[in-house]
């Protein structure tokens, strides 16, 4: 059974930075273009960052020049470097296939406050 684990998140002042890091049973992660979605309090699920298995990303409006997305498929993992961090990039961050169709994991929770 496929597995996604998500880690790195935590409460940060605005214009902080903030590493998250997912980590995949199999080869999950090199078999597929993989994206991290996040979801705030209230809202849908949106798909925030793209990798493609030929490394090309793409990112949402909203993040574009301050998140940055990796993949290691040496060690499965992909993660999402983010900067200049906004209260409004508040929410639970996940990682999954894109589009997603594997079972999404607990997420990472990630705040942004003063």
């Known amino acids: 059974q496929v597995q996604l684990v998500e880690s790195g998140g935590g409460l940060v002042q605005p214009g902080g930075s903030l590493r998250l890091s997912c980590a995949a049973s199999?080869?999950?992660?090199?078999?597929?273009?993989m994206g991290w979605y996040r979801q705030a309090p209230g809202k849908q699920r949106e798909l925030v960052a793209v990798i493609t298995r030929g490394g090309t990303t793409n990112y949402a409006d909203s993040v574009k020049g301050r998140f940055t997305i990796s993949r290691d498929n040496a060690k499965n993992t992909v993660l999402l470097q983010m900067n200049s961090l906004k209260p409004e990039d508040t929410a639970v961050y996940y990682c999954?296939?894109?589009?997603?169709?594997?079972?999404w994991g607990q997420g990472t929770q990630v705040t942004v406050s003063s």
């Open positions: 199999g080869s999950i992660i090199s078999n597929n273009a």
């Open positions: 999954n296939a894109q589009p997603a169709f594997y079972n």
